[in-house]
C-alpha cells in the first residue's frame, strides 16, 4: 500500500489509476485534491490500526494504544472515510459500483464513530466491536487489490466489470470474516 501511495507522490493527475479518471479530474475540480487526501490519510489509517490489535501493546503500552487509535479514528472521521464516500459517487463500473464505494464509506464512518462513542462511554467490549468492523473496512484497501489481481489472473475479464465485482467483494468478505470472529470470540 506504500508503494501505492508513493506513486502519487508528487501531486500528478496523469499518473497510475488517475489515468483512467481523467474526465473526473477535468470536470470536477475538487476530485483530485479530495482523491489524494484519500489516497494519503488512508495510508495512516491502515498503519496506525495494525497496531490496535495487538494485546500486547494494549497491555504493556496502553498510551500507544490510545494514541494510535486516536490517530485511526480522526483520520477516518475527518478525512479517509469523507473523502472516500466523494470518490464513491465517482466510482468506475457503473451504479452497483458507485452503491458498493459509498456504502463502504458510510459504514467505516459510522463504525468507526460508534466506535469513539463506544470507548467514551468506558463500553470496552462494544468499542472493540466496533473498531474490529471500522478495520475490515479499512482493510478493503488491500483486499479489493488482492481480489483484482486473482480475478484478473484467473478471468482476464473487461476492466469494468472487475471494478463491478471487486467494489463488493473488497470489503463484504471482511466484514463478514469480522462478524464470525466477534461471534466466536463471544462464544468463548
Known amino acids: 500500500m506504500i508503494r501505492i501511495t508513493v506513486q502519487y507522490i508528487p501531486f500528478d493527475a496523469?499518473?497510475?489509476?488517475?489515468?483512467?479518471?481523467?474526465?473526473?479530474?477535468?470536470?470536477?475540480?475538487?476530485?483530485?485534491?479530495?482523491?489524494?487526501?484519500?489516497?494519503?490519510?488512508?495510508?495512516?489509517?491502515?498503519?496506525?490500526?495494525?497496531?490496535?490489535?495487538s494485546s500486547r501493546i494494549l497491555h504493556k503500552f496502553p498510551q500507544v494504544h490510545r494514541y494510535n487509535g486516536r490517530l485511526y479514528?480522526?483520520?477516518?472521521?475527518?478525512?479517509?472515510?469523507p473523502s472516500g464516500i466523494y470518490i464513491g459517487f465517482h466510482a468506475n463500473g457503473g451504479l452497483m459500483a458507485k452503491i458498493s464505494f459509498v456504502?463502504?464509506?458510510?459504514?467505516?464512518?459510522?463504525?468507526?464513530?460508534?466506535?469513539?462513542?463506544?470507548?467514551r462511554?468506558?463500553?470496552?467490549?462494544?468499542?472493540?466491536?466496533?473498531?474490529?468492523?471500522?478495520?475490515?473496512?479499512?482493510?478493503?484497501?488491500?483486499?479489493?487489490?488482492?481480489w483484482k489481481v486473482l480475478i484478473v489472473f484467473f478471468f482476464e475479464p473487461n476492466p469494468m466489470d472487475v471494478y463491478k465485482i471487486v467494489a463488493w467483494l473488497g470489503w463484504i468478505p471482511n466484514l463478514l470474516l469480522a462478524e464470525y470472529l466477534l461471534t466466536k470470540k463471544l462464544r468463548k
Open 121 to 146: 462511554k468506558r463500553e470496552i467490549i462494544d468499542h472493540k466491536k466496533w473498531m474490529w468492523r471500522s478495520f475490515a473496512l479499512a482493510f478493503s484497501a488491500i483486499t479489493l487489490r488482492l
Open 14 to 53: 496523469d499518473i497510475a489509476f488517475l489515468r483512467i479518471k481523467q474526465y473526473e479530474v477535468t470536470s470536477f475540480p475538487e476530485y483530485l485534491p479530495i482523491f489524494y487526501i484519500h489516497v494519503y490519510s488512508s495510508i495512516f489509517v491502515l498503519l496506525a490500526g495494525f497496531t490496535q490489535f
Open 103 to 119: 456504502l463502504l464509506g458510510a459504514l467505516w464512518f459510522w463504525f468507526t464513530w460508534k466506535g469513539v462513542e463506544s470507548i
Open 73 to 81: 479514528a480522526y483520520v477516518v472521521l475527518l478525512l479517509s472515510a
